[in-house]
């Protein structure tokens, strides 16, 4: 079994897909010739031809509208805005065609497009490029968000998100495209969007995350290890389906609950996730639950990157006054 990164992973699906179905295009800005800004896509050209994997204009408008065109049509587009903060120029075709068209037509016509969004900070990039939107683009009525956080994970919810009927936001966390390597079936499989993963059993606090904290909820829970605290890790995968009941299992168990972003604190998907357990599991908490994220503020350029990300430390600090409620 090869050893992949996330950049490999990615890779390796898009291949898959492109052989396995006629119908699978691959475009975006810069993603033939050059295999795209992070090299995700590069050599796909070269073994699949450039009518089916092509560079667009610098436009994420005829990106996504284009794209949109191909999915009604019945063609598969895998469509890549450069870096999640461009996708605002599209969002006109994103709101109000292609979440709506399932909606708008009956189910006669459905969207079968994936929409591929490096995001995330951690790499000391410029304005823009760095945005952390996932709770934004999951209020959206008609679209799946989907957020890796491994190799393995990446593969298996990428080849899922393309054979999906529905459009699918699939947000790469740029900050471990090249963080680590893991070990990733050379052959397809699939897993299931909107399914959670329960990382780590633990018995005194829950901690869900996904994505790029999902490396710095990992080194928190080997840090409260060391002060005796067991901690259940759970990565999210989908926060649009949202597993909520593998959270609430683990709620019901444990009694407290952290939840791990690097997008901002206000209306995130923390807030979302604390609301969907004091809902169906009030009674089974003994401390109220925590956020740790983001700042409510636009994301710092390189200078003041450090500052606004999620560290380890902090979230072990957030972890044992959590645990130590209400002393």
Known sequence: MPAMNLVQAIQSALDFKLADDERVLVFGEDVGHEGGVFRVTQGLQATHGERRVFDTPLSESVIMGAGLGMAVAGLRPVLEIQFCGFIYPAMNQLVTHVARMRNRTRGVFTVPMTIRLPYGGGIQALELHSES???????????????????????????????????????????????????VPAEAYRIPLGKANRVQEGTRI?????????????????????????????????????????????????????????????????AELIARVNEEALMSLEAPPRRICGFDTIMPLPMGEQHYMPTPERVLFELLQLHSFPE
């Open 133 to 183: 939107m996932e709770a934004m683009l999951a209020h959206i009525p008609g679209l799946k968000v989907v957020i890796p956080s491994t190799p393995y994970d990446a593969k298996g919810l990428l080849i899922s998100a393309i054979e999906c009927e529905d459009p699918v936001l699939f947000m790469e966390p740029k900050k471990v495209y090249r963080a680590f390597r893991q070990e």
């Open 206 to 270: 829950t901690l869900v995350a996904y994505g790029a904290m999902m490396r710095v909820a990992r080194q928190a829970v080997d840090l409260a290890a060391k002060d005796g605290l067991s901690v259940e890790l759970i990565d999210l995968r989908s926060i649009y389906p949202m597993d909520t009941e593998t959270v609430l299992d683990s709620v019901r168990k444990t009694g407290r609950l952290a939840i791990l972003h690097e997008g901002p604190m206000s209306f995130g998907v923390a």
